[in-house]
T-cell receptor, first 110, second 113 residues
Framework: EDKVVQSPLSLVVHEGDTVTLNCSYE??????LLWYKQEKKAPTFLFML????IEKKSGRLSSILDKKELFSILNITATQTGDSAVYLCAVVISGYALNFGKGTSLLVTP | KAGVTQTPRYLIKTRGQQVTLSCSPI?????VSWYQQTPGQGLQFLFEYFSETQRNKGNFPGRFSGRQFSNSRSEMNVSTLELGDSALYLCASSLVVGGSEQFFGPGTRLTVL
């Protein structure tokens, strides 16, 4: 059975802190891994990762994939209150189904 | 460019009824995927349509079905509603099939009483 596990489930940090969110997976026929941010609405796309070791970066957010160890991390530096959200990881498998993890709920306090 | 739109935004039904939800993708996008989101199970993939054909299907019973029209608009139907079908139903569109960058609509909140 395909599994996508995110950790931690929830996290509370102070503004300015750096956080690392984890996503590990056990799937057959891996194609790619996606990160999304969900506030009180629909998820918004952050990154798509297909190759190991290549960091994707967007402002204070960055992500990297390790296909040998079957995990990805999402880093957020200098966190701001606007980063508070649920961060979702999804793995695309052969046949193009997306398997989502349960998400990490991040709260950034002032 | 207009985003993904879903109608209705909120819906209340009773057990045993059926419901049809609609999704209009971003102009030019030909792939539409449907997801169910609940607090307990998180986001779960229902199915994906591309060029009016179902290309992939998640692990949901046959009561959940969908279709896509020639203009890429998609509908999802749930028959014989159960209490457990109460959820946020999200649709997402992308240019091509296959788990590429997807743009989500605001969702339809379905409550089954």
């Amino acid at each position: 059975e395909d599994k996508v596990v995110q950790s931690p489930l929830s996290l509370v940090v102070h503004e300015g802190d750096t956080v690392t969110l984890n996503c590990s997976y056990e799937v057959t026929n891996f194609r790619s891994l996606l990160w999304y941010k969900q506030e009180k609405k629909a998820p918004t796309f952050l990154f798509m990762l297909t190759s190991s070791g290549i960091e994707k970066k967007s402002g204070r957010l960055s992500s990297i994939l390790d296909k040998k160890e079957l995990f990805s991390i999402l880093n957020i530096t200098a966190t701001q209150t606007g980063d508070s959200a649920v961060y979702l990881c999804a793995v695309v498998i052969s046949g193009y189904a997306l398997n989502f993890g349960k998400g990490t709920s991040l709260l950034v306090t002032p | 460019k207009a985003g993904v739109t879903q109608t209705p935004r909120y819906l209340i039904k009773t057990r045993g009824q059926q419901v049809t939800l609609s999704c209009s993708p971003i102009s030019g996008h030909r792939s539409v995927s449907w997801y169910q989101q609940t607090p307990g199970q998180g986001l779960q993939f229902l199915f994906e349509y591309f060029s009016e054909t179902q290309r992939n299907k998640g692990n949901f019973p046959g009561r959940f079905s969908g279709r896509q029209f020639s203009n890429s608009r998609s509908e999802m139907n749930v028959s014989t509603l159960e209490l457990g079908d109460s959820a946020l139903y999200l649709c997402a569109s992308s240019l091509v099939v296959g788990g590429s960058e997807q743009f989500f609509g605001p969702g339809t909140r379905l409550t089954v009483l």
